[in-house]
Nanobody
Framework: QVQLVESGGGLVQPGGSLRLSCAVS????????IGWFRQAPGKKREGVSC?????SVEGRFTISRDNYRNTVYLQMNSLKPEDTAVYYCARKRLLRCGSWWNDATEYDYWGQGTQVTVSS
């Protein structure tokens, strides 16, 4: 049974940091790309980052993974109020992140999400 479980969200002040975790089970982590997405209230879900055995995509945040622990991490530093959203990790249907890494339809399994709130 494929599962992805996010953790590590919470309330943080602007300029602060959080590390999100995505623990996966039911499949081999190095056989699929894993993406992070976020969705703020009233906004469309957007891609944040992606990692695979062959490539990775990063923006402001740093993505990493631990194959031994079957976990993917998203290190978020210098957080801003506009980073407030529910953050999701998801398994991509393919091995690599590739050009369409931020297309949510390319992912087949999703976690339940973890809330990140950046506020003073």
């Amino acid at each position: 049974q494929v599962q992805l479980v996010e953790s590590g969200g919470g309330l943080v002040q602007p300029g602060g940091s959080l590390r999100l975790s995505c623990a996966v089970s039911g499949f081999t982590l190095d056989s699929y790309a894993i993406g992070w997405f976020r969705q703020a209230p009233g906004k469309k879900r957007e891609g944040v980052s992606c990692i695979s055995s062959y490539d990775s995509v990063e923006g402001r945040f740093t993505i990493s993974r631990d194959n031994y622990r079957n976990t993917v991490y998203l290190q978020m530093n210098s957080l801003k109020p506009e980073d407030t959203a529910v953050y999701y990790c998801a398994r991509k249907r393919l091995l690599r992140c590739g050009s369409w890494w931020n297309d949510a339809t390319e992912y087949d399994y999703w976690g339940q999400g973890t809330q990140v709130t950046v506020s003073s």
